[in-house]
């Protein structure tokens, strides 16, 4: 996954509520859709809204379980 889709993927979710965030990463979980890596870049530059929410600490345990390399 690209940095053009990071960002992508970044200007998409900021739209999202929390539990269609949440759903969204853990379908990308559940079928392995993709890295580790972009995941963690993405929740770690944004998403202070997310972080003040329930499902934040959900959503990093499902990231965490994601493969590093595919």
């Not at 929740?43 to 934040?56: E, H, N, P, T």
């Not at 959503?59 to 965490?64: Q, S």
């Amino acid at each position: 996954m690209g940095s053009d889709e990071v960002t992508g993927m970044q200007k998409a979710m900021a739209k999202m509520d929390e539990l269609a965030a949440f759903d969204f990463v853990r379908l990308m979980e559940k079928y392995n859709a993709c890295e580790r890596a972009p995941l963690e870049e993405m929740f770690r530059k944004g998403f202070v809204r997310l972080r003040a929410s329930d499902y934040y600490g959900k959503i990093l345990k499902l990231v965490a379980r994601m493969p590093v390399k595919m």
